[in-house]
């Protein structure tokens, strides 16, 4: 049984560096939204349809892994709430996870405009994240899809029966992780480092 959680929100809200303390804390394998995207891009080029593919294609396999050989995975994932076909992929997740015997729990992330245009220049997001060194394009393309999306669901909302909402506009990843787990009573996997953060 693998069990799988989404770390979701808008960009640069912080769900990578949440995402990491969960893993450390939990000993859960970590895929980043970036870590198909990037390598995508560095093969077919950035947003051409070779690349879409590729990266749907990735994501989909490791997932597929993931319950065939029982990893607790960790996921991050920028959600835009209007569109149906978000939640469709999402619940696909959920079905794919717990019908196998695991959970699936989703963690909704929220902080300001400021605190989010700040972290969006932080060095440590810059060099893991290929794509958003070019800061002005980035900056450009969150406010776009700050403005075109619903990127956090509506208050009293939600999706899973699994769902956690936290403002972490004031606090800091670890303090995120330690809620997260306390709320659903995850306890940590026994493993040795090399088997979930090989090479970090």
């Known amino acids: 049984m693998a069990n799988l959680i989404v770390v979701c929100g808008p960009q640069a809200v912080g769900k990578m560096v949440v995402a990491e ?23 077919f080029g950035f947003a051409t349809p070779a690349q879409k593919e590729f990266n749907a294609f990735f994501r989909e396999k490791a997932f597929e892994l993931a319950v065939k050989h029982n990893v607790d995975l960790i996921f991050t994932y920028v959600t835009a709430f209007e569109m149906q076909e978000e939640r469709d992929y999402l619940s696909s997740l959920h079905d ?34 290929a794509s958003k060194k ?37 606090l800091n990843p ?10 659903f009573g995850l306890v940590a996997n026994e493993k040795d480092e090399k088997e979930y953060r090989f090479g970090v």
Do not use: C
């Open 21 to 43: 303390s969960l893993r450390d804390k939990l000993k859960y394998n970590l895929m980043i939204n970036h870590d198909s995207i990037e390598i995508s891009d560095k093969i």
């Open 134 to 170: 070019d800061v002005e394009w980035s900056r450009a393309n969150l406010l776009k899809d700050a403005k075109n999306h619903k990127l956090n669901s509506d208050e009293g909302v939600t999706w899973f029966s699994n769902h956690l909402k936290i403002d972490n506009t004031n």
């Open 174 to 183: 670890d303090q995120v992780a330690d809620n997260i787990i306390e709320a």
């Open 96 to 129: 794919l996870f717990t019908k196998s015997g695991g959970n699936f729990y989703f963690v909704e992330l929220s902080a300001n405009l400021e605190t989010r245009l700040a972290r969006n220049e932080t060095p440590y997001r810059l060099e893991k994240k």
